[in-house]
């Protein structure tokens, strides 16, 4: 019974992640007939919605917008490719440059938090690799069981970022980029559905994150609890 509550947690958690990379790369096959990159795209959209001070570059750090550089930034296959992936990521990443350039409060709000829980995951993971060494030097329980709750609770608090930022990548694919490519006619009727999933894919990139989180906190629990 164990095991298969064990097989259904990791299913749970590591399914949406695995879907998520499954779509992307399905559909990141080249288009012969496509007319531009994504990045070419990204700036075509940026320049068509007049928003002013925003760039597009390659970066090997991920798909993402920084609302701090003012930058699009997109992955090598995205911003050379010519394929239906690398339209709707392009155009999910002008969503977010879209979100800031009307002053969307959730992404303001993620751009506040984003540095802080980056701060609180780092320290977090330090005080759970720190735990068992503390733990065998001291030989108390308390110094192991504080740590290994500092850790916890920095999990926690990156899990509900991730969580919080749903409602922000939902909008960035549905709510921007998506009547972006309709009204402009980027993609053919019969590319919409396809369209349609890799923007979900990338509207649920970071539930997919909170749900690895999700795994670590029952794992550090787990280990507190038997001890």
Do not use: C
Not at 23 to 45: C, F, K, N, Q, Y
Not at 129 to 142: D, E, K
């Amino acid at each position: 019974m164990w095991l298969i509550l064990i097989a259904l947690l990791l299913a749970l958690v590591f399914a949406p992640t695995l879907w998520v990379r499954w779509v992307m790369r399905a559909h990141s096959d080249e288009i012969s007939g496509m007319p531009g990159t994504g990045g070419e795209l990204a700036e075509h959209l940026l320049q068509k919605y007049d928003v002013k001070g925003v760039g597009v570059e390659l970066t090997e750090a991920g798909d993402h917008y920084d609302p701090g550089a003012k930058m699009v930034r997109l992955s090598e296959s995205n911003f050379k490719g010519k394929s239906l992936t690398a339209v709707a990521i392009a155009a999910h990443e002008v969503g977010h440059a879209l979100q800031d350039h009307l002053g969307d409060k959730h992404l303001a709000a993620r751009t506040r938090l984003a540095p802080l829980a980056d701060r609180i995951a780092r320290i977090s993971s330090a005080a759970i690799w720190l735990a068992p060494v503390l733990g065998l030097l001291t030989r108390h329980p308390i110094p192991f069981s504080g740590l290994i709750l500092i850790g916890m609770s920095g999990l926690v608090a990156r899990m509900l970022m991730h969580l919080v930022t749903l409602p922000t990548e939902w909008d960035a694919s549905f709510g921007k980029a998506l009547p972006a490519l309709q009204q402009g006619q980027y993609i053919a009727p019969g590319e919409e559905h396809t369209i349609r999933r890799i923007l979900r894919a990338a509207a649920l990139t970071y539930f997919a994150a909170a749900l690895a989180d999700v795994l670590n906190l029952f794992r550090w629990a787990a280990l507190l609890l038997r001890r």
